[in-house]
């Protein structure tokens, strides 16, 4: 029986492999994609969704959401992915039949949640949806079987600021109220889409060599952040987080080495907006932390960090998926 996911995602080209991933998989039934403001703007993100969808022959439909933070100030990350979110091919990647679903994502999250009791939940883009979704509806964070948050960075470098990842930094008071939320989280850090995690040149030749047009799409649509990764990094190659992270929510067994911490997001400082901050060493119960961790401490579940990845089997499932 397929697994249900719900996608939420910001439609960056890193997004649409991890789409193509889920859609392709026979053992995941995507029941919606909801769109983000993130890494495109809300309209360019549905415009990318609706595509993906239409790419792989999916009937899944796909629904507009928060077209800015919660507080803050839309920043995207265009310079990376392209002005269109997938490389700057102009009407290359845009949809022929599709169209968005009239309901909010909020909604549509709200509902998915507690109509699906095994709802597999898979975040690509900054958390305002889900955040949105849990103020609105509250109960729905004991509804959900797995939520696999493509964010952060789990005591390491971000890659926006030197503390904070993207999706967390762009809306850090929505990624608090997720993180305190008690919902099952497991966070894919940042950590991996960098080293062993990137597709390497000969990783890109041997994906062009498959030769379908879900392989073609998938290396095209990350030429452009393949440059801006370099810039960043100085490594060469396409690095895929949100591939990464939609291969732990399709085999939780790539993340060989996770564990249970508390975990909360810097929202008031300008030099760690949007950190991660992970109880690694379990000291929040601490007399001198237990305060100011006593809000996240009131959580009935800790979320689940992934410290080591099996980085040929999420490369050999990416590419069995691109066939």
């Known amino acids: 029986m397929p697994r249900p996911f719900l996608i939420d995602t910001d439609a960056g080209s890193d997004d649409a492999v991890a789409i193509v991933m889920a859609l392709r998989h026979n053992e995941v039934d995507v029941r919606a994609i909801?769109?983000?403001?993130?890494?495109?703007p809300l309209d360019q993100g549905l415009i990318n969704s609706l595509y993906f969808t239409e790419l792989c022959e999916a009937d899944t439909p796909v629904y507009a959401g928060a077209d800015r933070p919660l507080l803050r100030e839309y920043v995207s990350a265009d310079w990376f992915?392209?002005?269109d979110g997938l490389g700057d091919w102009g009407d290359r990647y845009k949809p022929r039949r599709a169209q968005a679903a009239s309901q909010h994502a909020v909604d549509a999250i709200i509902e998915a949640a507690r109509a699906t009791s095994d709802l597999v939940i898979v975040t690509l883009g900054p958390l305002t949806n889900l955040a949105l979704a849990l103020r609105k509806a509250p109960d729905i964070a004991g509804k959900i079987n797995r939520c696999v948050v493509m964010g952060g960075a789990a005591c390491?470098?971000?890659n926006v600021t030197?503390?904070?990842?993207?999706?967390?930094w762009c809306d850090p008071e929505a990624a608090r109220i997720v993180f305190r939320s008690g919902m099952p989280l497991e966070m894919v850090g940042w950590e991996f889409s960098q080293g062993e995690f990137v597709l390497s040149l000969d990783d890109i030749e041997a994906a062009r060599q498959i030769n379908t047009t879900f392989a073609e799409f998938a290396i095209d649509s990350n030429i452009k952040g393949m440059r801006g990764y370099e810039i960043q990094t100085g490594e060469v190659g396409i690095s895929l987080p949100d591939g990464v992270a939609m291969a732990v929510a399709i085999?939780?067994?790539i993340c060989t080495v996770s564990s249970q911490h508390y975990i909360d997001v810097e929202c008031d400082s300008e030099l760690t907006r949007g950190m991660t901050v992970v109880d690694k060493l379990n000291l929040a119960d601490d007399v001198r932390n237990a305060a100011?961790?006593?809000?996240?401490?009131?959580?009935?579940?800790?979320?689940?960090?992934?410290?080591?990845l099996d980085a040929a089997?999420?490369?050999d499932l990416l590419f069995q998926l691109l066939r």
Do not use: F, L, Q
């Not at 030197?162 to 967390?168: G, Q, V």
């Open 313 to 315: 089997r999420w490369k």
């Open 34 to 40: 909801t769109v983000v403001a993130g890494n495109v």
């Open 81 to 83: 992915h392209g002005a």
């Open 156 to 158: 390491t470098n971000g």
């Open 292 to 308: 100011v961790w006593r809000e996240v401490m009131a959580n009935p579940v800790k979320p689940s960090v992934c410290w080591a």
């Open 162 to 168: 030197p503390a904070a990842e993207y999706n967390i």
């Open 251 to 253: 085999d939780p067994s």
